[in-house]
């Protein structure tokens, strides 16, 4: 039985390949995408910018923007002769000794090289006696430096310059640099199709009713739906199999003629109505089956390639949320990140810490373990979990009341109180 961290190299190396030789991603179709419709979809060309930034000198402060050759030692007196403002820059012509009134942002004019505060002028001491429509005076209340308080024309962004590159995840910080440069759509990369289906006699869909006590609703789908919302991904949704080999076998084939990928929950266990493992056997192959995990033991990670274009990998979850969840967070959503063609620096990354447990926990030797728990933090800002009691995989009521998972190494076995443990926050957690 292969563990955690092995399943998770294998599923990365065969993604590596996929994405170079099945499905590569020079080779994949792209769209154009609205500004504000890109978020989370990864860009298919550099972007370059069309001009500098800034554009032109601008002030960084508010104050008094000088002409070259000007003296700025203390006591020196300037002749003010105009005044700059953000949207509204200074046209005129200036000589040594004089300068204009700028404020934060505005244009320097091209004569100046310069810009003094205005706390380190007299300022405030005529400012109620001036005359903005007339020349005025100030002095250097202390001596200013040449070339001091300017955002220099292109010494933060060149015109030409790649200011985001292929494979990047476009996040609401990229939008606004791609806003302040005039970009208004962006080429990415078309989003995967990923097909759901679940199987098993005993599921309903959510929105049908229950016509008997043998039968419990589709929880999965859902689940997967809302935990695959973020990525850029196409779903289609295949609906429920029933325990049936000619069925699952049809459905399958169906599916694996839409989808980039598959991901099916119950049916492959050992059980006689689990199905879905010799289907895929059939027409594909088994690459992984069970992982050393608790819960989620009986993972499937194969891949379907008879009679398509191009190889569709598959991903099995057993039946049960919590393994659902469990597999889904540990190996599905990385993988469906790495075939995005998102960079590697853009795929998101478990986001673990170490907290110090408040109640004991039961362990059992053999497999690593994802416990579910409510991650807080004390009146010192220290990291506590307390594991929540019974942690049976098929309890849906405190998979919800729970945070976090406390992750517990494969080798390890009971756990006191006060020890300090691996705690991984749910992604809604995380701000």
């Known amino acids: 039985m292969i563990t955690m961290e092995e399943l998770q190299s294998a599923i990365k190396r065969r993604i590596d390949s996929y994405n170079s030789d099945d499905f590569a991603l020079q080779k994949r179709s792209t769209s154009s995408r609205q500004l504000l419709d890109s978020g989370n979809q990864i860009l298919a060309q550099d972007i370059c910018s069309p001009f500098d930034v800034p554009r032109q000198n601008l002030s960084a402060m508010d104050g008094y923007a000088i002409a070259q050759g000007?003296?700025?030692s203390k006591d020196s007196t300037i002749d003010i002769v105009g005044e700059s403002q953000a949207g509204s820059a200074y046209t005129g012509?200036?000589?040594?000794?004089?300068?204009?009134?700028?404020?934060?942002?505005?244009?320097?004019?091209?004569?100046?090289d310069t810009v003094i505060m205005q706390e380190n002028t007299n300022f405030s001491d005529i400012k109620s006696t001036l005359d903005k429509s007339q020349t005025y005076a100030i002095t250097l209340i202390q001596a200013a430096q040449k070339g001091s308080n300017l955002r220099k024309q292109g010494e933060e962004i060149e015109s030409g310059e790649t200011v985001l590159n292929i494979g990047?995840?476009?996040?609401?910080a990229d939008i606004s640099l791609l806003a302040n440069l005039g970009v208004s759509q962006v080429s990415v990369f078309e989003p995967l199709t990923v097909g759901l289906l679940a199987t098993g006699d005993e599921l309903v869909a959510v929105e049908d009713e229950l016509t008997s006590l043998a039968q419990i609703y589709n929880s999965n789908t859902p689940t997967l739906k809302s935990l695959l919302s973020d990525l850029p991904i196409t779903i289609r949704d295949f609906g429920i199999i029933p325990d049936d080999l000619a069925q699952t076998t049809t459905v399958v084939n169906h599916a694996m003629q839409e989808c980039d990928v598959l991901v099916s929950t119950a049916g492959v266990s050992v059980g006689d109505y689990d199905f879905l493992t010799e289907v895929i056997a059939q027409l594909g192959q088994i690459n992984h089956y069970k992982v050393?995990?608790?819960?989620?033991?009986?993972?499937v990670f194969g891949e379907l390639n008879k009679g398509v274009k191009k190889t569709v990998l598959y991903f099995g979850l057993p039946g049960n949320p919590l393994s659902t969840v469990v597999g889904a967070l540990q190996f599905v959503i990385p993988a469906l990140w790495q075939m995005s063609?998102?960079?590697a620096s853009e795929q998101p990354m478990p986001f673990n810490i170490k907290a110090t447990l408040m109640n004991d926990v039961k362990k059992s030797v053999g497999r690593k373990d994802f416990q579910r728990g409510v991650l807080s933090q004390n009146d010192v800002?220290?990291?506590?979990?307390?594991?929540?009691?019974s942690q049976q995989s098929h309890r849906i009521k405190q998979l919800s009341r729970a945070n976090c998972f406390i992750v517990l190494d494969k080798d390890s076995s009971n756990v006191q109180a006060n020890s300090l443990v691996t705690v991984q926050p749910f992604p809604w957690l995380c701000v």
């Not at 050393?292 to 993972?299: E, L, Q, R, T, V």
């Open 292 to 299: 050393a995990m608790k819960p989620g033991k009986p993972f």
């Open 341 to 343: 063609g998102a960079d």
């Open 93 to 112: 012509k200036l000589t040594a000794g004089q300068g204009v009134r700028i404020f934060t942002g505005a244009v320097v004019p091209d004569d100046c």
């Open 168 to 172: 990047k995840r476009i996040n609401s």
């Open 70 to 72: 000007s003296e700025l």
């Open 381 to 389: 800002g220290s990291y506590q979990v307390d594991c929540l009691p």
